[in-house]
């Protein structure tokens, strides 16, 4: 055994613990605050990370939800979405994306993916059909999809856009913040989001007051004026406690953000030319949900790592239209995805990453391929 220090070493994926003394006595006194006033549910922390949240997006309306999933289920209920429906979605994203269209009843489309992992513009164009509805983006990995060119295309065809941008708070494209574009927009706050609660949360946006007064009665049972019941639906509502965390996370969201880019550019340099890393084209502002890059010799390279007491995660090893569920009648074309996800892997980028732990995750990558 060498006694150096290395064998000690461990980069940890995420670490979900409040440490900080001075943020931990933060959370604590919004949660006593919450404790005090008693309006447990739909309480005033709500309202206000709302209108928080529907601002920083530029949008009239925001409705705090349970989870991102159940924002993409109402969302795509509030646009009446349902069997005998398409809606084209990209083949690479957490099972969450695919999940919510098929509980609609309707039939997900399963687009191709850019080397930006990203969905290609071109390839959900080619899979328009008279039954197409809406298409539904995901800004993977923390950036936002070409959004321009995908709007184009939902505007050439009368489609709507749902944008999953459960990845992305705080990315941007072209100045536009992710949940801008699409006439609804859908976030997760759960903790391993880059702007999370201590549980799951949820928001979703739009400008379109219709749709807003549908998101707010399917968010309780479908029930409007209280008791009054206008289609079956979930209790999707937020805790005040989770919107009471996410107020004051919401001050440092920004700083998080920052951290996340500085350390996607120092790996950026220390593994250039080494394996694919992430690229930012002008106009583009990514948040970094995960740092991916696109690796040869992935299991050798994973049993590396972790030998070196460095986690990492492939996010996700199976496309949505390779899950069981999924497989035998999944519609759409995907052989960019198909390459890609067998090359994909997420390495340490939370905010809490030392510069010397980027260095030595740097360092252990370019020792296996030397
Ligand atoms: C996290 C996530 C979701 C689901 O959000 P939950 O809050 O975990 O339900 C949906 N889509 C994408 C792309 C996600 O990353």
Request: some cysteine.
């Amino acid at each position: 055994m060498r006694g150096d220090l290395d064998l000690e070493r461990r980069v940890a994926f995420l670490d979900l613990r409040v440490n900080d003394e001075g943020a931990r006595q933060e959370l604590l006194a919004a949660i006593e605050a919450v404790l005090r006033h008693g309006r447990l549910v739909l309480g005033p922390e709500v309202q206000e990370l709302e209108s928080r949240i529907a601002d920083s997006c530029n949008r009239k309306h925001a409705v705090g939800v349970n989870s991102g999933t159940d924002a993409l289920f109402l969302a795509l209920k509030a646009l009446q979405i349902g069997p005998g429906d398409e809606v084209i979605t990209t083949a690479l994203s957490w099972i969450a994306t695919a999940n919510a269209i098929a509980l609609t009843g309707a039939t997900p489309v399963f687009a191709d993916i850019r080397d930006d992992l990203n969905i290609d513009p071109d390839s959900v164009a080619r899979l328009i059909t008279p039954r197409t509805k809406a298409i539904l983006p995901v800004h993977y990995t923390g950036k936002v999809c070409q959004m321009t060119e995908l709007m184009r295309i939902a505007e050439q065809h009368g489609l709507m856009v749902v944008e999953d941008a459960a990845q992305a708070f705080g990315a941007s494209h072209d100045g536009r913040k992710a949940g801008s574009f699409g006439l609804v927009a859908c976030f997760s706050m759960n903790p391993m989001k880059v702007f999370g609660a201590c549980g799951e949360s949820g928001m979703v946006l739009t400008d379109d007051d219709a749709v807003y007064e549908r998101l707010v009665a399917l968010r309780y049972g479908g029930t409007v004026n209280r008791e009054v019941c206008i289609e079956p639906s979930i209790n999707g509502r937020i805790d005040t406690l989770q919107a009471a965390v996410l107020l004051k996370r919401m001050k440092y969201v920004d700083d998080v953000i920052k951290r996340r880019r500085e350390i996607a550019s120092w790996y950026n340099e220390g593994l250039s030319g080494v394996v694919d890393t992430p690229k930012e084209a002008d106009g583009e502002f990514d948040v970094y949900y995960t740092y991916t890059i696109r690796v040869d010799r992935r299991s050798d390279l994973i049993a590396h790592l972790q030998e070196k007491g460095i986690e990492t995660k492939i996010q996700h090893p199976y496309l949505m239209p390779q899950q069981p569920y999924y497989r035998d009648a999944a519609r759409g074309s995907f052989s960019n995805a198909e390459r890609l996800v067998e090359r994909i892997l997420c390495i340490p980028a939370n905010e809490k990453l030392t510069r010397a732990d980027v260095e030595y995750v740097v360092e252990c990558i370019r020792g296996f391929y030397n």
